[in-house]
């Protein structure tokens, strides 16, 4: 299922988490195979942790799950969107979200 998919030299794929009832994008994070497969195996969010090497499930620890409702893929097949619903915050500072601060905000282009 996921031999098409582009995944980067380290075998990781960026994972975008989208609220499902409200459309605000939630966070960016990074999946291997596994962590996809086993997100469509237990229906929660699941990535894989640049940092620590292993896998993650959002909400192991802090109880802010995201169950996962759909999965799409971009059309380069480079990246993953996964549409959820978010139990408590997104962000690990505890937000709502991890996108909170805007470079540029409300412009208009022409």
């Not at 549409?83 to 412009?107: K, M, P």
Request: glycine share 6%; charged share 20%.
């Amino acid at each position: 299922m996921f031999d098409d998919l582009r995944f980067n030299e380290a075998g990781l794929i960026p994972v975008v988490a989208q609220d499902a009832s409200t459309q605000a994008v939630l966070m960016l994070a990074w999946a291997d195979k596994a962590a996809l497969e086993a997100t469509l195996r237990t229906g929660f969010a699941t990535y894989f942790s640049r940092e620590r090497q292993q896998q993650w499930v959002k909400g192991e620890t802090s109880g802010h799950t995201q169950q996962v409702r759909a999965v799409y893929v971009d059309c380069d097949r480079d990246a993953v969107l996964y549409l959820v619903h978010q139990t408590g915050a997104a962000c690990h500072t505890g937000s709502y979200s991890c996108f909170q601060e805007a470079l540029i905000a409300d412009r208009v282009v022409n």
